[in-house]
């Protein structure tokens, strides 16, 4: 049997770092019910932003406002 390491999180727990989630709220390949309640599964300082009108490919479809939340989510 296989044992994890005692310096690498438990399998399915949360990464102890801050965290900048993104989901486009029309993916077709991810519902968004499947992130459903994500937050508070994320260390603290972490961020979930949920963008309405972007799917699958977000940093294709929106480049600019995914590069902006991700360089705000980085400096701040």
Request: with cysteine.
């Amino acid at each position: 049997m296989h044992s994890t390491p005692a310096r690498f999180p438990a399998p399915n727990s949360a990464p102890p770092q801050p965290t900048l989630y993104l989901h486009g709220r029309t993916d077709g390949c991810m519902g968004i019910e499947l992130v459903d309640g994500l937050e508070d599964d994320l260390a603290p300082g972490s961020n979930m932003v949920v963008f309405d009108e972007i799917g699958h490919f977000m940093q294709l479809e929106d480049p600019t406002l995914v590069n902006k939340t991700i360089i705000d989510f980085l400096t701040s």
